[in-house]
């Protein structure tokens, strides 16, 4: 009980990042419409990939502003976790969408600006999981941190892409805008700088 509480954060980040696929296993063993389950899996992946990928730029923010050292122990897990369902996200839409009609594929990245950012954001998260191990921190040394910062681009891109998919209500993809603009900045020194500052001067009573 001591190690799980001690490390209650890695196990909470684990088992968020577990959560969708475990619920995408039990709906696909449960049966039902195929092409359901196909639409499905499509939004919970894309959404989960996006809430992980938030979630792990939440870290640093976290780290500095609440004083919490901790939070960036989980960053390269919920990473990870990211890339994995952006991945599943991609195969579920290239491999059981349109069958791996390359063609079919390509017209919609000309046509479906969506499209093309969704692609740019899995190709700019690609780099960071091949190198999000210690091992590759080492070999790359102040090079890493460079690299690293492709997240953000990543970010923006998949929240484009959420905005740029036809859709009549756009009300959650304005969310995740939102949030990950005010995270965004919110890595801002100065901007952070001055919250801490705000927060000695009028202490919670």
Not at 7 to 34: C, E, M, P
Request: net charge positive.
């Amino acid at each position: 009980m001591g190690r799980l509480a001690a490390n209650w954060h890695r196990a909470l980040a684990h088992a968020g990042g577990l959560f969708t696929l475990a619920w995408l296993a039990f709906d696909y063993l449960s049966g039902g419409d195929s092409l359901a389950f196909n639409r499905t899996a499509m939004l919970r992946t894309g959404s989960a990939g996006l809430i992980l990928l938030a979630a792990s730029l939440a870290c640093t923010p976290a780290r500095k502003l609440l004083n919490w050292p901790r939070a960036v122990q989980i960053r390269r897990a919920l990473g990870l976790y990211a890339f994995l369902y952006i991945t599943l996200h991609l195969l579920t839409y290239a491999a059981w969408e349109n069958g791996l009609d390359f063609e079919l594929i390509a017209r919609d990245l000309e046509e479906r600006p969506a499209m093309s950012a969704g692609l740019a954001a899995f190709v700019a998260l690609i780099p960071l999981a091949l190198t999000s191990t210690r091992g590759w921190q080492r070999r790359l040394g102040k090079r890493w941190k460079r690299l690293h910062r492709l997240v953000y681009a990543a970010a923006i891109l998949s929240v484009l892409h959420y905005l740029w998919l036809d859709r009549d209500i756009i009300t959650t993809p304005v969310v995740f805008a939102v949030i990950v603009g005010a995270l965004l900045i919110l890595r801002w020194p100065r901007l952070r700088s001055l919250i801490r500052r705000g927060a000695v001067s009028h202490p919670v009573e």
